[in-house]
């Protein structure tokens, strides 16, 4: 979680018009994906979007490491760890933060939007180990 309120955080500093355009189109993206697939490459583009606009190379090669790890988990139909409703409106409360340079919320958003898709994570794991032992 550090790494993606750390992006938030220094997006948020250095964001301008047009790279704040340019996530805001990359939030739009995820409304128009047909399959998990093209939703889970949406929300990954998201997230690398925002690590650019951040301008650090560090947490942008921790974030692309981190995306390629939780992407098929966090959009397996599976797991139903996010919905693309729900993260479309997270993605662009995020982006509406970044535009307003509200480092706080932008945190805020990413926190709850990675707390709600680990606890899900957890809780599908639980009942299929549920389901195994019994």
């Known amino acids: 979680m550090a790494i993606a309120t750390g992006i938030a955080r220094l997006a948020c500093q250095r964001a301008h018009e047009q790279a704040i355009r340019d996530l805001l189109k990359a939030a739009d993206r995820l409304e128009s994906a047909s399959t998990p697939e093209l939703a889970a490459s949406a929300d990954g583009r998201f997230h690398v979007q925002l690590a650019v ?8 090669a921790s974030e692309m490491r981190l995306q390629a790890e939780i992407s098929a988990l966090k959009w397996s139909p599976a797991g139903a760890a996010t919905s693309v409703p729900e993260t479309l409106q997270d993605l662009r409360e995020v982006a509406a933060a970044v535009a307003a340079h509200d480092a706080s919320r932008a945190e805020q958003v990413i926190e709850e939007h990675i707390r709600r898709i680990v606890y899900r994570l957890i809780d599908v794991k639980l009942t299929i180990e549920h389901a195994v032992s019994n």
């Open 53 to 60: 606009i951040a301008q650090s190379p560090r947490l942008l």
